[in-house]
T-cell receptor
């Protein structure tokens, strides 16, 4: 029972390089999320997808793009990486029913931008 | 907008009880969650409570909610070294406008000493 799977687990990039972080969930959840975690700042929402075919900005979307490829997969792209994007990135999924299911998280991608 | 606050650090002795506190500012109807993050891992859901409840108990965990003061606490009885982790409080307003978005606190680092 994999839950939410993120790849890669670690990545080092040079400033200006691009990359895509992958996320897949096997719980048939409608909603998916991308967060970044920085020391002393908790988790901040970058983008989310309430349902397949929709994406919306969160609290800190600048410098990122997302694609909801299908119900299972939600990717996060950095077009031109900057040192300020050094962080741990988490993907999560949930079902916004009544009651809503809690968000389930992947193990994270640790990204360093040099 | 929503705001969730937590103290950054808590240190307890093994066998004692730990109490982690959280305050939130949003609407009176909400779900509130506690997540645990161990080093190098993602967030693991511990428990959650709806705002029409005052208390929820699950084995060693007790959640108390003071709706008037918008104060949430997590009590861990008989704290063990394996409880050392970061604990996040998160809030979900009942009317989230789609997507089941959460607002996270900064996290409380719990250190359990022998």
């Amino acid at each position: 029972n994999a839950g939410v799977t993120q790849t890669p687990k670690f990545q080092v990039l040079k400033t200006g390089q691009s990359m895509t972080l992958q996320c897949a969930q096997d719980m048939n959840h409608n909603s998916m999320y991308w967060y970044r975690q920085d020391p002393g700042m908790g988790l901040r929402l970058i983008y989310y997808s309430a349902s397949e075919g929709t994406t919306d900005k969160g609290e800190v979307p600048n410098g990122y793009n997302v694609s909801r490829l299908n119900k299972r997969e939600f990717s996060l792209r950095l077009e031109s990486a900057a040192p300020s994007q050094t962080s741990v990135y988490f993907c999560a999924s949930s079902d916004p029913g009544n009651p809503p299911s809690p968000q389930h998280f992947g193990d994270g991608t640790r990204l360093s931008i040099l | 907008g929503e705001d969730v606050e937590q103290s950054l650090f808590l240190s307890v002795r093994e066998g004692d009880s730990s109490v982690i506190n959280c305050t939130y500012t949003d609407s009176s109807s909400t779900y509130l969650y506690w997540y645990k993050q161990e080093p190098g891992a993602g967030l693991q859901l511990l428990t959650y409570i709806f705002s029409n409840m005052d208390m929820k108990q699950d084995q060693r965990l007790t959640v108390l909610l003071n709706k008037k003061d918008k104060h949430l606490s997590l009590r861990i009885a008989d704290t063990q070294t394996g409880d050392s982790a970061i604990y996040f409080c998160a809030e979900r307003p009942i009317l989230t406008g789609g997507g089941n978005k959460l607002t996270f606190g900064t996290g409380t680092q719990l250190k359990v000493e022998l």
